[in-house]
Nanobody, 126 residues
Framework: VQLQASGGGLMQTGGSLTLSCAAS????????MGWFRQAPGKEREFVAG????????YYGDSVKGRFTISRDNAENTVYLQMNSLKPEDTAVYYC????????????????????WGQGTLVTVSS
């Protein structure tokens, strides 16, 4: 699975932005997907995840209620809708695919993901 993240940019506090992650190959629908982010000088942080079927989603505490992850398996794409953006959301955002196909357990840790996109920068100004 090859992943290409896009949609980052410069936003103002309170704004909204949607990130996209396009996957190559015909197996996208078999993998749970996740979004992570890494702010300058900080470790990579889990943001959101979605089951391979799209049937369940889960979020990091810092984005709950503001961000929404979704996927379109017909388009091989996963999205991250970000609302009420804050300066602390500034980071490089990465999409990632689960290490295993058809996994039913939520994945919050980096090592649980085997395939990574190149990252897209989101900057939120105060």
């Amino acid at each position: 699975v090859q992943l290409q993240a896009s949609g980052g940019g410069l936003m103002q506090t309170g704004g909204s932005l949607t990130l996209s992650c396009a996957a190559s190959g015909r197996t996208f629908s078999r993998y749970s997907m996740g979004w992570f982010r890494q702010a300058p000088g900080k470790e990579r942080e889990f943001v959101a995840g979605i089951k391979w079927s799209g049937g369940s989603t889960y979020y990091g505490d810092s984005v709950k209620g503001r961000f929404t992850i979704s996927r379109d398996n017909a388009e091989n794409t996963v999205y991250l809708q970000m609302n009420s953006l804050k300066p602390e959301d500034t980071a490089v955002y990465y999409c990632a695919a689960d290490r295993w196909m058809y996994s039913d357990t939520p994945k919050y840790l980096e090592y649980e993901y085997a395939y990574w996109g190149q990252g897209t920068l989101v900057t939120v100004s105060s």
